[in-house]
């Protein structure tokens, strides 16, 4: 029976699906579990108990209001039986009975796109990244653990075109981002942008990058040479690309749209970006 999952009272079925199905550790998935507050769970519940669950998180997609699809799992003894295939129709049927306008979800591997596409999923999200070596300039990179103030600085600094959590589940993603060892650099005025980046080593990755200056990104080394990297790699808007980037897009996630407005909007719009989601 597809139904909205009690999480309180599923929850360690909850985690044991999880963990069967992404690996990851009971502290990760109870994290989520405990400081994502707005979030639904459906899930099909048979006679054995949780089988096979998604979770729904708010967002918007260049204005619309959209559902985000997470943790989309089913238990290895269930599958191939249509169970996740249920899960989306009723997550279409529900987020069409409450008037929201997409939903979205990023394909755990390349094969997944071909599966999505049978329900009506268009993949129409990119990311751009680039690869960037050495470097000098004079930017001081501030160093932040506010999670409201990174999660409203890049609400204000994502592109029209994209995806966006809403207010309450970007702060949950921010939280995650630190809890996990992400570190945030910010620098305001004219020379302004917010970054989330990962240390390995003496590399860096800059999992998103919001300026707030001049958009061809030829600068962009003298954003980070105070943090002692040697290397450099950065996912940036694709919106923001110029010829130091080229076209060096990369599909990320899939739209399904509902309303009259999304189908006019996604007729219109070449892509979207998806930067910074749950994944």
Same mark, same amino acid.
């Given at each position: 029976m597809n139904c909205v999952v009690d999480t309180?009272?599923?929850?360690? *079925?909850?985690?044991f699906l999880w963990h069967e199905s992404f690996g990851d550790n009971r502290e990760y998935i109870e994290f989520f579990l405990d400081n994502c507050e707005d979030k639904l769970c459906l899930g099909y519940i048979g006679k054995n108990g949780l089988a096979s669950m998604l979770f729904l998180l708010?967002?918007?997609?260049?204005? #619309?209001? #959209?559902k985000y699809i997470y943790a989309a799992c089913t238990s290895k003894r269930f599958r191939g039986q249509g169970l996740m295939g249920g899960?989306?129709?009723?997550?279409?049927?529900?987020c069409s009975d409450n008037n929201f306008d997409f939903i979205f979800l990023v394909p755990g591997e390349e094969s997944l796109y071909s599966y999505y596409s049978r329900f009506g999923f268009i993949p129409k999200m990119m990311r751009?990244?680039?690869?960037?070596?050495?470097?000098?300039?004079? /930017?001081?990179p501030k @160093?932040?653990?506010?999670?409201?103030?990174?999660?409203? @600085?890049?609400? @204000?600094?994502l592109p029209a075109d994209r995806f966006a959590?809403?207010?309450?589940?970007?702060?949950?993603?921010?939280?995650?981002?630190?809890?996990?060892?992400?570190?945030?650099?910010?620098?305001?005025?004219?020379?302004?942008?917010?970054? /989330?980046?990962?240390? *390995?080593? @003496?590399?860096?990755?800059?999992?998103?990058?919001?300026?707030?200056?001049?958009?061809?990104?030829t600068n962009i080394l003298t954003l980070f040479e105070n943090l002692d990297a040697e290397n450099?790699?950065?996912?940036?808007?694709?919106v923001y690309n110029s010829k130091d980037i080229g076209d060096l897009g990369t599909k990320c996630g899939m739209l399904y749209p509902i309303s009259a407005k999304a189908k006019d909007s996604v007729n219109t719009t070449d892509m979207f970006y998806s930067g910074m989601y749950l994944d």
């Open positions: 309180v009272r599923y929850r360690e *079925d909850i985690i708010n967002g918007s997609v260049n204005g #619309c209001s #959209c899960l989306i129709e009723y997550s279409k049927k529900i751009s990244e680039l690869e960037l070596k050495g470097g000098s300039g004079t /930017f001081e @160093k932040t653990t506010d999670i409201r103030f990174a999660a409203e @600085k890049r609400l @204000k600094l959590f809403d207010l309450k589940t970007t702060e949950y993603t921010v939280s995650e981002f630190l809890h996990t060892g992400g570190e945030i650099y910010f620098a305001d005025g004219e020379n302004g942008y917010l970054a /989330f980046a990962v240390r *390995d080593n @003496k590399n860096i990755l800059i999992k998103e990058l919001l300026p707030q200056f001049n958009k061809n990104l450099v790699y950065i996912r940036t808007p694709i």
